[in-house]
């Protein structure tokens, strides 16, 4: 090949370099040192195969990459080209970029745009939320609606708030039966009754209401008397409509354990109404529950323990020193003079035959050697009205075990409870019995008591007694 072949292949390979170095960004910075490479062509064949790669080495040199592209493209076109088709390459991934990045881009922008529609959308709903519950929770700018609501003790609270929200008094239950969960320690339990309510009431101020025994004003005037048992008594006042005689049994049933007399009284398993002597009878003014008259399951549990409690006070206020000295002088406790005052209460009908009718007690209790038994008709009565009445076939041996503890006529000495609520002159009697040498005593239908000191003179007494009913008839 001539020198002029050589060259205008090196000028078709530098047109086609321009081409390459414009895209590769820089190559032209160098294109003096290529023309001067062109130089290699005055050497002779025998130089020219050894000083080209000399050159070769030299300009391949990592120092400076332009002249390496410039030897590859003097001594090997197949590379040339393939350096041209990678930059092909590079701008059509260079252009994939592109077009990715710009999906990316618009995909990020409306996620963005998605996210605060989202949020503000959640934030106007709960900010409406926030809004009808506080106006819930305060009853705040409600419409005011009035509603009777009937509420059991038994219900549990979440359907209590269920019956709320049937009568348009609350608008949203969930939040009110959060509120309770969160709040309500079960101290202060829900009542029974019929309440009026109002919508613009707060959580508070409902709930308030629902745990409040209701205020009554109007009120009755009721005679407890001497010798009722505390089952008359219960009865008597739901006759009044103070209470319900069942609610009324759980205060005179157990122990209360908040007076002074309840600590001598002894935790007999026997004794069947522990507080039955301690309900002082006299006249007393309590409310009348109207929801008693219009619904007789009406829960008075607690109109039933201030009814109770009043005649339980009443009773410590009656129990003077004095009467507490005599005791000791007597070496009687004061459950003992009740349960005595009991038996008097039931056996006597006036201050003079209830004083002699305690001395023949008191003188068989002192006496017990020889007379171990009281032989008190008074309590077969209890027994049998009081006692016998709550036999089941469940409880029958126990009911059993009870009656024989109460009657005089099987155990020794007193029974084990009272049988009645005695008045002043029942316990007094107990107190200061007649001074007498009486171990017997029996009353005829006409009131004429006869009093014996042996069996022979009791007898006898039996008899006067027949043959003067009999004379009277």
Known sequence: MDEHELRFDEDSDDQENEYTEEQDNGFSENFE???????????????????????????????????????NSVTDNTSYHSAS???????????????????????????????????????VVLSVFIINGMRDFTG??????EAEVMIDSSMPSDKIVDELYKSGIIDMPYLM???????????????????????????VNIINVLKSPKTYTETISVTIPEGFTAKEIGELLEKNYVCRAVDFEKYYKSKLNKYDFEEGINDDKNRFNMLEGYLFPDTYEFYVIDDLKKNPNFDTSYYAGLAAEKMYDNFEDKITKKMKQRMEELGMTLDEVIRLASLICWEGTNEKNMAGISSVFHNRLNNSDKFPLLQS??????????????????????????????????????????????????????????????????????????????????EQNIKDAALREDSES
């Open 377 to 458: 008709d008074t309590t077969d009565t209890y027994i049998e009205e009081v006692i016998a009445p709550t036999e089941t076939s469940t409880n029958k041996d126990k009911i059993a075990e009870i009656e024989d503890a109460y009657d005089t006529y099987k155990c020794e000495g007193l029974p084990a409870g009272a049988i009645c609520n005695p008045g002043l002159d029942a316990i007094n009697a107990a107190l200061y019995p007649s001074d007498t040498d009486y171990y017997f005593f029996l009353a005829a239908k006409d009131g004429t008591f006869y009093w014996a000191k042996t069996h022979e003179e009791h």
């Open 140 to 145: 705040m700018a409600k419409t005011v609606r």
């Open 177 to 203: 039966k959060t509120y309770i969960n969160l709040t309500d320690d079960g101290t202060k339990p829900f009542l029974t009754g019929s309440y009026k309510l109002y919508s613009n009431m707060s959580y």
């Open 85 to 123: 088709e990678n930059t092909v390459k590079r701008r059509k991934k260079h252009k994939k970029k592109k077009q990715i990045n710009h999906t990316r881009t618009m995909g990020q922008v409306f996620l963005g745009v998605l996210i605060a529609v989202t949020s503000l959308a959640v934030g």
């Open 33 to 71: 040192e290529t023309q001067e490479i062109s130089g290699i062509s005055d050497y002779s064949d025998e130089e020219r195969k050894i000083r080209p790669r000399e050159e070769f080495t030299e300009l391949n040199s990592a120092d400076d990459l332009q002249k390496t592209r410039l030897m």
